[in-house]
T-cell receptor
Framework: AQKVTQAQTEISVVEKEDVTLDCVYE???????LFWYKQPPSGELVFLIR??????QNEISGRYSWNFQKSTSSFNFTITASQVVDSAVYFC????????FGPGTRLSVLP | KAGVTQTPRYLIKTRGQQVTLSCSPI?????VSWYQQTPGQGLQFLFE???????NKGNFPGRFSGRQFSNSRSEMNVSTLELGDSALYLC????????????FGSGTRLTVV
C-alpha cells in the first residue's frame, strides 16, 4: 500500500525566514514519482515539482529547493527567504500504481 | 494550452437535491480524476476515469457517481445531497498513468443547505 505522511500540520514563520516542509512516503513500487503541490486560498492545486524514484539529485528553483533521500523515504521541501505570498497549504503526493496525497501542511508566513 | 476547466465554480443546493459538476481536461489528456476536499478530511479520492471507463474508485457511497465522454470531458453527480457533502470538488487530468501526476482545475465549491 502507498502512504504519504506530512507530520507538520501547521507552520508559522516570519517573512524572510527559511522553512522546511517534511514529507515521508511508503511504497512497494520500484518505480514511482513524488510531487509537491501548493494550494493557495483560491483553492486550485498548483503543481510545483515532480521527481522520479531513480533521480535523487536535489533540485533548486529560485527560492524553492527539494531534498529527495531514498534511504529515509523522504522528499522534503524548503522555501528560502519566505514571503507572505508563500502562505498556502502544501501537499506532498506519491504516484505509482495509484496516486496518493499527504494530509497537507498549512504554512502561514507573517509580515 | 488551456488548463483543466471546472464548472460551475460555486453552487448552493438544498439537502435532498442532486447536483452535476463538469470537468474539461487538458486537450489530449485521457484520464480524469475527482477529489473531494473538506476541512476535516483533507483530499479524498472519489474516482478516476480513463477512456470512458472507471479505472479506480474511492470509498464513497453510491450517491456519488461519474462518467466520462468520448471527448474525455467528465461529469460527476451527487444524488440526495446531505449537509456533509458541502466541500470543494477538484477535478484533475493526466495523460494516462497515475504515476505521472495530475493537473488540477480550480474546483467547484458546493454548499448544501
Amino acid at each position: 500500500a502507498q502512504k504519504v505522511t506530512q507530520a507538520q500540520t501547521e507552520i508559522s514563520v516570519v517573512e524572510k525566514e527559511d522553512v522546511t516542509l517534511d514529507c515521508v512516503y511508503e511504497t512497494r513500487d520500484t518505480t514511482y514519482y513524488l510531487f509537491w503541490y501548493k494550494q493557495p486560498p483560491s483553492g486550485e492545486l498548483v503543481f510545483l515539482i515532480r521527481r522520479n524514484s531513480f533521480d535523487e539529485q536535489n533540485e533548486i528553483s529560485g527560492r524553492y529547493s527539494w531534498n529527495f533521500q531514498k534511504s529515509t523515504s523522504s522528499f522534503n521541501f524548503t522555501i528560502t527567504a519566505s514571503q507572505v505570498v508563500d502562505s498556502a497549504v502544501y501537499f506532498c503526493a506519491l504516484g505509482g500504481q495509484n496516486f496518493v496525497f499527504g494530509p497537507g501542511t498549512r504554512l502561514s508566513v507573517l509580515p | 494550452k488551456a488548463g483543466v476547466t471546472q464548472t460551475p465554480r460555486y453552487l448552493i443546493k438544498t439537502r435532498g437535491q442532486q447536483v452535476t459538476l463538469s470537468c474539461s481536461p487538458i486537450s489530449g489528456h485521457r484520464s480524469v480524476s475527482w477529489y473531494q476536499q473538506t476541512p476535516g478530511q483533507g483530499l479524498q479520492f472519489l474516482f478516476e476515469y480513463f477512456s470512458e471507463t472507471q479505472r479506480n474508485k474511492g470509498n464513497f457511497p453510491g450517491r456519488f457517481s461519474g462518467r466520462q465522454f468520448s471527448n474525455s470531458r467528465s461529469e460527476m453527480n451527487v444524488s440526495t445531497l446531505e449537509l456533509g457533502d458541502s466541500a470543494l470538488y477538484l477535478c484533475a487530468s493526466s495523460p494516462g498513468q497515475p504515476v505521472y501526476g495530475y493537473t488540477f482545475g480550480s474546483g467547484t465549491r458546493l454548499t448544501v443547505v
